[in-house]
């Protein structure tokens, strides 16, 4: 039987035929421009006229203000002289330290000179009975009063190293203690 020509499918072109006239389509619009002789000789449009338009100023910013690294607050002023403790150490609680530590308990023990006082450290001369005089170095620590050095040169490696300097020259410098090496 023949085939019904009310019933004919619908033609089918192959897609490289499509494709083929889709790009004949497009073809001569596809970004063709004029040949450079004849670019010179199109028209140009007339200059605009420059527009002035006022520099626009950047925000305002805050002022920075420069941070510098911080560096450790300076140290308390040591006093240059050593003044009176006016009874803080008394001279009767030196010479309990020095009992404790020091001296025998059947000596007599009296302040010559102290105790005197600078920055938390106190310096002492006693009068020992049947003894040289005896120099001490004390210093408040912790809230107790604890002996540093003692003796007839109290010229120490802590002395020199931390005293302030009112207590190093009593220790060192005051012409009591004999001198290094003798």
Request: charged share 15%.
């Amino acid at each position: 039987m023949p085939p019904d020509p009310a019933h004919r499918p619908p033609c089918r072109r192959p897609v490289t035929a499509r494709l083929a006239v889709v790009l004949l389509a497009v073809l001569p619009f596809a970004g063709c421009a004029a040949p450079p002789e004849r670019r010179a000789a199109l028209p140009v449009a007339p200059p605009t006229p420059a527009v002035t338009v006022p520099p626009t100023m950047p925000p305002t910013l805050p002022p920075l203000t420069p941070t510098l690294p911080s560096t450790p607050p300076p140290p308390a002023p040591t006093a240059a002289v050593a003044t009176d403790c006016a009874g803080r150490p008394t001279a009767n609680r030196v010479i309990g330290l020095l009992r404790s530590d020091v001296l025998p308990g059947n000596v007599s023990v009296r302040a010559v000179e102290g105790p005197l006082c600078a920055d938390g450290w106190q310096y002492t001369v006693l009068a020992v009975s049947g003894h040289e005089e005896l120099q001490a170095v004390s210093r408040e620590g912790q809230g107790a009063l604890r002996l540093v050095t003692a003796g007839t040169d109290v010229c120490s490696i802590e002395v020199k190293a931390v005293a302030p300097p009112a207590i190093r020259t009593l220790a060192c410098d005051a012409g009591t203690a004999l001198p290094p090496g003798a």
